[in-house]
């Protein structure tokens, strides 16, 4: 079966330092990948996506940038980061029926 | 104007009653339909997809209105469980892209 799997869970940055999440996905291959942001109490952005290995789509212009080094690795980055990239990340994967499976998340702070 | 809209709620519901709530879409080329349901602090599970016909997984049954555009969820016999944030969510391309309502809470009290 197909798990996904995000790390770290938490992290807390100071402003203007840089990031680096990652997003791996195990019992598929070549699957479409996703990148969402979470602000607190709104609704799910999405930020990038990828069809294949560095293929990467941008949704939003921003402070973020997204690689995919490999097949089932997705990852999400930032040179600098600011007080406003503060949120919930969530990676996912499409399913057969274009439904998506999300990971665990990782909960930014920056402050 | 968003994508898909939603009303925000809380929705309080007593244990063991029914509720239902829509959502509508504005995209009239959407082809696929889902409820998610999203607990605190948690990342959105996939609780449905949602059919022309209608569907029904035990005490949840979707309903699609496609002249109408909107999509509903009802829950029957509710279930203290059953608490948390329902997303609406639609898909319109072939990218996999789908658009996300920003929910609708639920609380079901004993």
């Known amino acids: 079966s197909q798990t996904i799997h995000q790390w770290p869970a938490t992290l807390v940055q100071p402003v203007g330092s840089p990031l680096s999440l990652e997003c791996t996905v195990e019992g598929t291959s070549n699957p479409n990948l996703y990148w969402y942001r979470q602000a607190a109490g709104r609704g799910l952005q999405l930020l990038f996506y990828?069809?294949?290995?560095?293929?990467i789509s941008s949704e939003v212009p921003q402070n973020l940038s997204a690689s995919r080094p490999q097949d089932r690795q997705f990852i999400l980055s930032s040179k600098k980061l600011l007080l406003s990239d503060s949120g919930f990340y969530l990676c996912a994967w499409r399913g057969l029926a274009e439904e998506q499976y999300f990971g665990p998340g990782t909960r930014l702070t920056v402050t | 104007r968003k994508e898909v809209e939603q009303d925000p709620g809380p929705f309080n519901v007593p244990e063991g009653a029914t509720v239902a709530f829509n959502c509508t879409y504005s995209n009239s080329a959407s082809q696929s339909f889902f409820w998610y349901r999203q607990d605190c602090r948690k990342e959105p599970k996939l609780l449905m997809s949602v059919y022309s016909s209608g569907n029904e997984d035990g005490r949840f049954t979707a309903q699609l209105n496609r002249a109408s555009q909107y999509i509903s969820l009802l829950i029957r016999d509710s279930k203290l469980s059953d608490s948390a944030t329902y997303l609406c969510v639609s898909a319109t391309d072939s990218w996999g892209k789908l658009q996300f309502g920003a929910g609708t809470q639920v609380v079901v009290t004993p």
């Open positions: 990828s069809v294949g290995i560095g293929q």
